[in-house]
C-alpha cells in the first residue's frame, strides 16, 4: 500500500507534532508523539475532532486526555506495539538533533563573539587577517555540522516515512472488532459524527439502527461462550451481506450491534431493519451450534432518523430507547421513533390493580413500583374496582381475568360500555394463566388493550404498561382490536373459556 505522505509531508507533520508537545509543555513520548502526528496529519479524523473539541472547552485538554485518546485509537493491535517501539527510535534521533544544533549554535556564537572582541575599534592587518581565517574555520565547521544535521533530519524522516504504513495499519486494527471483522464501537462513534456532519451540510437523510440479540445471556450460559461467539460472527456476517455499499455496519458492545443506513429515511429504515430481523430469525447458526442443540436466534431492533436538531449522542440515546421499547414489548420486534409517543413519565401516572387474590396483588403492586409507578391503587374484585372507578379516575387498570361474580371480562365490557363516562376509553391489559386462544380472543372482544399470561416478568409488565398508555391506537390495531361486541358475550351459542350469561346492563345514573 503506498503511503499517504511524501517526505515533506511526513517532515512537516513530525515538526509540527514536536512543536505541539513543547507548545503544551507535555513530555515527548511515542504515544504522545503518535496523537500529536495524527493530529497534524488529520487522520483518524475522529481523533482530530476530539483534539479540537477539546481546545475549546475549559481544562479539557491535558496530557491525560492525549493518553486517553491514544488508548481509544491505537491500542487493542500487536502493530501498536512495534509503532511506540518505532516512534521511540525516531523521537531519540531528533532529539539528538535538535540537542547537537543548539550546542553547536552556542558555540558558533560564542566564537563569533570572541572574534569580534579581538578585532577592537582600529584593527590592523594582521588582526582582520587572522579574523578572516578564523571566520573561515568556523564556516567550515559550520557546513560540517550542518551536513551532519541534514544526514539526522534526513534519517528521521525516512523512519517517518517508513511508519506511515503501520500508523495506518494500527488505526485501522484500532476501529475493527476483533471476532466479528465489523468496525467497533470507536468506529462507530466516528461513522455518526460524519454523518451528522454529511446532515448538517447536505440535509441527506441518514437512519440508525441498534439491534440486541434477544436473551442472549442465556445462550452463553446455555451453550458456554464459545458458542456465543460463534452466534455473533454468524449475525455479523449476516448483517455484512444484507447490508447496501453505502449502508456502515459495527458492533456497537457486546450483543448489541449498529447500522447507519445514509440516505435512508426512517420509513425505509424500518423496513430494512423489518427484513434484517426476518434473516437473523432463519439464518444457520452454524454446526456447532446445532452440534450444542442451538437452532435459532432473535433480535429486537430500535430505528431512529437523525433530526434536524440535536447530536450524535441524543440520537444514539433516542434509537436506544426504541430499541429498549421493543425489547419490552416481547422482542423479536421493530419499534421506530416515530412510535414513541410518550405524554407522561412512567412516574405521573396512577394505576388500578384489579385481582381478588392478595399475594399476588400484593405481587403485582410491587412490580409497578419496582418499574416506576407511585401511585397505585387495589381493588380485591371486579365489583369494587367499578365502585372505586366511579370516586376517582386512573391512567389505567391491570386486571386478573378470572375472578368470582365479575370477572375481567366482564368488568372490561362494562367500562367499554359506558359504566363510568370517564373511564370509557381507559387502557385495560387483563391477566391470567389461562393459555387458550379463546381468551386471548375474548380479551380484545371485550377491548381489552393487552392480555398478558401469567406469570408475567417485571420486563413484560412494563412493556405492555408503556405500549397501553403511550402507543394505543397502535398497539390495538396490532391486535385486530375493533371495539367491544357485547353480542359476542350474550349469545349462547358462544364457544369461549367460561360461561358467559346474559351482562347486566350498566345501572342508570342517580336521579
Request: charge should be negative.
Amino acid at each position: 500500500m503506498p503511503s499517504p505522505f511524501d517526505k515533506t509531508k511526513a517532515r512537516k507533520f513530525a515538526t509540527q507534532a514536536v512543536e505541539n508537545i513543547n507548545a503544551m509543555e507535555f513530555t515527548a513520548t511515542p504515544e504522545l508523539f503518535t496523537v500529536f502526528f495524527s493530529f497534524a496529519s488529520g487522520a483518524p479524523k475522529g481523533l482530530k475532532d476530539e483534539l479540537d473539541d477539546a481546545f475549546f472547552k475549559p481544562g479539557g485538554f491535558s496530557e491525560d486526555f492525549c493518553y486517553q485518546l491514544y488508548e481509544k485509537y491505537f491500542t487493542g493491535a500487536d502493530d501498536a506495539a512495534m509503532l511506540v517501539q518505532a516512534l521511540g527510535s525516531i523521537l531519540e534521533t531528533m532529539g539528538t538533533v535538535v540537542n547537537q544544533q543548539d550546542a553547536s549554535a552556542a558555540a558558533r556564537t560564542g566564537a563569533l563573539r570572541r572574534i569580534q572582541s579581538t578585532l577592537g575599534q582600529n584593527p590592523n592587518a594582521e588582526q582582520l587577517r587572522r579574523a578572516i581565517l578564523q571566520l573561515n574555520e568556523q564556516f567550515s565547521k559550520a557546513l560540517e555540522e550542518n551536513a551532519a544535521l541534514k544526514d539526522s533530519l534526513a534519517s528521521a524522516n525516512s523512519q517517518i516515512t517508513e511508519l506511515n504504513d503501520p500508523v495506518e495499519v494500527a488505526t485501522r486494527s484500532s476501529l475493527t472488532d476483533p471476532l466479528t471483522g465489523l468496525g467497533n464501537r470507536a468506529a462507530f462513534d466516528r461513522r455518526i459524527r460524519e454523518a451528522r456532519q454529511l446532515m448538517e451540510r447536505s440535509s441527506i437523510p441518514t437512519t440508525l439502527v441498534l439491534l440486541d440479540i434477544d436473551h442472549f445471556k442465556s445462550v452463553n450460559d446455555t451453550y458456554g461462550h464459545a458458542i456465543g461467539d460463534e452466534v455473533l460472527k454468524v449475525l455479523a456476517q449476516t448483517l455484512e451481506t444484507h447490508a447496501r455499499d453505502s449502508d456502515y455496519v459495527a458492533r456497537y458492545g457486546g450483543e448489541e450491534f449498529a447500522a447507519v443506513l445514509l440516505g435512508t429515511q426512517l420509513i425505509e429504515g424500518r423496513r430494512m431493519a423489518e427484513r434484517l430481523r426476518e434473516a437473523i430469525a432463519v439464518m444457520d447458526l452454524g454446526e456447532k451450534a446445532r452440534a450444542a442443540g442451538l437452532k435459532s436466534v432473535t433480535a429486537s431492533f430500535g430505528v431512529a432518523e437523525i433530526a434536524g436538531t440535536g447530536t450524535g449522542q441524543s440520537w444514539i440515546e433516542l434509537t436506544d430507547k426504541a430499541l429498549y421499547r421493543a425489547k419490552a414489548n416481547g422482542r423479536n420486534r421493530v419499534v421506530s421513533n416515530s412510535e414513541l409517543t410518550e405524554t407522561k413519565n412512567i412516574e405521573e401516572i396512577s394505576v388500578m390493580v384489579v385481582e381478588d387474590d392478595r399475594i399476588s396483588a400484593q405481587l403485582t403492586e410491587a412490580m409497578l413500583r419496582k418499574i416506576g409507578v407511585k401511585d397505585v391503587c387495589v381493588a380485591a374484585n371486579g365489583s369494587d374496582a367499578l365502585d372505586l372507578l366511579a370516586q376517582r379516575s386512573v391512567d389505567c387498570v391491570v386486571c386478573d381475568g378470572v375472578m368470582p361474580t365479575i370477572d375481567g371480562l366482564e368488568f372490561t365490557i362494562r367500562v367499554r360500555t359506558g359504566f363510568a363516562q370517564s373511564a370509557t376509553n381507559m387502557p385495560i391489559m387483563l391477566l391470567t394463566a389461562r393459555q387458550e386462544e379463546t381468551w386471548a380472543n375474548a380479551a380484545r372482544d371485550a377491548g381489552a388493550n393487552e392480555f398478558v399470561n401469567k406469570p408475567v416478568s417485571l420486563e413484560r409488565l412494563e412493556g405492555a404498561l408503556r405500549a397501553m398508555l403511550f402507543e394505543p391506537r397502535k398497539f390495538i390495531k396490532s391486535r385486530g382490536y375493533v371495539g367491544p361486541d357485547r353480542r359476542t358475550f350474550e349469545d349462547p351459542n358462544y364457544s369461549g373459556p367460561e360461561r358467559r350469561g346474559a351482562i347486566t346492563s350498566p345501572p342508570a345514573p342517580a336521579a
